[in-house]
């Protein structure tokens, strides 16, 4: 969706182009004098290195796809990568990612109808959908290296609100998602900031965000904290028993939610 399409949640509009610049700036800060053999423990398995090469790649197989205005799922994620020759060659090289993805940015008018494997089949997506690939592999290398991550207040209501609309649409590559049915059960996430409110509802043919859950209906489960940490809880980097978050209801609904929406 647009920053013009975007729900209201009491937030300035994101400019998601602009905002995949920045965080990818802060990342390139992050690793550039660091030890890229450094486990990272949002990403278990995965080295400051892996974690690297991967949001690099992301942004430059997704600016392959803007420029293509793809119409079609494509049938390769084949990308000439240009990987650096050297090892301390990896920070410049996330900062040319960024950079190819300014230029498939400008050159692609954000409205213009693409297939995405989300809800919404616009350029767009693929803006909104590299700024969170981007900032949450940010915030991984911050902890990995013992920073404290700070994640600006409307990005993370924005991020949040990606995340839930696009879940449903994800079984292809998280297919645990098929597991989120029910007989009307909701789930309530709310921001202690009063700018994030949503209301997922489990169906029997699946689950999304409930487009008339005003923040008054009672939920089966509801979960509250601030949006950055939502973010993270959502993304699985914060565990819902950490002290950052206050849930109440039915506690084995949260549970099966959890389990199951890994992204």
């Known amino acids: 969706m647009s ?16 905002a995949v610049a920045a965080e990818t700036a802060r990342f390139v800060a992050a ?5 890229l053999a450094t486990a990272v423990p949002g990403c278990p398995g995965w080295t400051l290195a ?8 992301v942004q430059r197989w997704f600016s392959v796809l803007l420029r293509g205005r793809i119409q079609e799922p494509p049938r390769s994620r084949d990308v000439d990568l240009r990987l650096p020759a050297r090892e301390d060659g990896w920070a410049d090289w996330l ?12 050159a692609t008018d954000p409205d213009t109808p693409m297939w ?6 616009h350029a767009r997506f693929w803006a909104r959908r590299m700024l969170f690939e981007t900032l949450v592999h940010r915030v991984d290398a911050e902890l990995a290296l013992g920073i404290r991550p700070g994640i600006d207040r409307a990005l993370a209501v924005d991020g949040v609100d990606e995340f839930l609309v696009n879940l449903p649409f994800a079984a292809s590559f998280a297919p645990k998602v098929a597991n989120l049915r029910g007989d009307g059960e909701t789930i309530r996430f709310t921001s202690t900031e009063a700018d994030g409110d949503w209301l997922v509802r489990l169906g029997p043919d699946g689950f999304g965000l409930d487009p ?3 923040r008054t209906a009672v939920a089966d489960a509801t979960v509250r904290g601030t949006a950055a940490d939502l ?9 819902l028993d950490a002290g950052a978050f206050e849930h109440t209801g039915d506690q084995e609904l949260l549970a099966r939610w959890f389990a199951n929406s890994e992204f």
């Open 50 to 57: 892996d974690l690297v090469r991967h949001a690099g790649s």
């Open 231 to 239: 973010l993270l809880l959502v993304y699985g980097r914060l565990p």
């Open 116 to 121: 995405a494997w989300g809800a919404d089949p």
């Open 95 to 106: 900062a040319d990612s960024a950079a190819e993805a300014a230029d498939a940015f400008a």
């Open 31 to 35: 690793v550039r004098d660091a030890d």
């Open 212 to 214: 008339d859950g005003a």
């Open 3 to 18: 920053t013009s399409d975007r729900p209201d949640r009491g937030t300035p509009p994101v400019d998601h182009r602009a």
